[in-house]
């Protein structure tokens, strides 16, 4: 649980928490527990989603994130 975490994950946590508006975003808490996949997994997804080289807008991502989570049935 993100509330329970010490060290760099609770320093990974609250940085998150900060630039999702106080919320821990799900893929965090699945990668959180095994760094050697969370860094470069954050790493390869900053680079091809959050650069401002980037082919969408920001917002437009966060629009496609939201209809493929609907399509699969994500949570809310």
Known sequence: ???RTRGLRKLL???NKRQYGGEVPGILKVLL???NVAFPT???YNYLHMRK???L???QREMLATVVNGLIGGAP
């Open 33 to 35: 527990p095994d760094l």
């Open 13 to 15: 946590i609250w940085v």
């Open 53 to 55: 080289s980037s082919p």
């Open 57 to 59: 807008t920001r917002l």
């Open 42 to 44: 954050v790493w390869l």
């Open 1 to 3: 649980a993100p509330e």
